[in-house]
């Protein structure tokens, strides 16, 4: 399997909604990440998990909970999120931090209204 | 700071029209260089990684090519299917993450 599997593929929840990403893979790769992308736009880096734990979190708003439960998971919670937020939510994952040869997932649509 | 540029930010081609994609970087210790290849709506798909220059990879139409400065992603006789956004990202010894380009979106006409 050498995939990266993230659901739901669209998502459009009001400023007020609770919702969450998943993200799954059974490659084996201990490192998972979070990207955030606006049309047009390179993938912008939001959080880094390594063996399960948080290694990198880029200054993002608090409104956003990322979740690893375990090696193959990773969640990012949603809650009060603004009409700024609407974007595409990639994952990624690769063999460890440091390995830049990321397997992306085909990405969440997501459109805060 | 690791940069990344990438030209042109768009490209038409006529079916079969060879060209190529510049991706110029400046890092410190290059630790390897990305293509990536992204569709609409979709996550950037792997293609390549490039460590030393004079490296060379090839893909069906697509060659990458790597230097002290920058890399090529060479399109030969481009199919319209061949269409997407091509992405470049650097590896650094100053960052465990990598840095992209904005990449460069490439239509091919039948």
């Known amino acids: 399997d050498t995939e990266v599997t993230q659901t739901p593929k669209h998502l459009v929840m009001g400023m007020t909604n609770k919702k969450s990403l998943k993200c799954e893979q059974h490659?084996?790769?201990?490192?998972m990440y979070w990207y955030k992308q606006k049309a047009k736009k390179p993938p912008e880096l939001m959080f880094v998990y390594s063996y399960e734990k948080l290694s990198i979190n880029e200054s993002v708003p608090s409104r956003f909970s990322p979740e690893c439960p375990n090696s193959s998971l990773l969640n990012l919670h949603l809650h009060a999120l603004q009409p700024e937020d609407s974007a595409l939510y990639l994952c990624a994952s690769s063999k460890g931090q440091g390995d830049y040869g990321y397997t992306f997932g085909s990405g969440t649509r997501l459109t805060v209204v | 700071e690791d940069q990344v540029t990438q030209s042109p930010e768009a490209l038409r081609l006529q079916e079969g029209e060879s060209s190529s994609l510049n991706c110029s970087y400046t890092?410190?210790?290059?630790?390897?260089l990305f293509w990536y290849r992204q569709d609409p709506g979709k996550g950037p798909e792997f293609l390549f990684t490039?460590?030393?220059a004079g490296e060379e990879k090839e893909k069906e139409r697509l060659k990458a090519t790597l230097t002290k400065k920058e890399s090529f992603l060479h399109i030969t006789a481009p199919k319209p299917e061949d269409s997407a956004t091509y992405l470049c990202?650097?590896?650094?010894?100053?960052?465990?993450?990598?840095?992209f380009g904005r990449g460069t979106s490439l239509i091919v006409h039948p």
């Open positions: 490659m084996g790769h201990r490192a």
């Open positions: 990202a650097v590896g650094s010894g100053g960052s465990y993450i990598p840095t």
């Open positions: 490039l460590y030393s």
């Open positions: 890092v410190s210790g290059l630790r390897g």
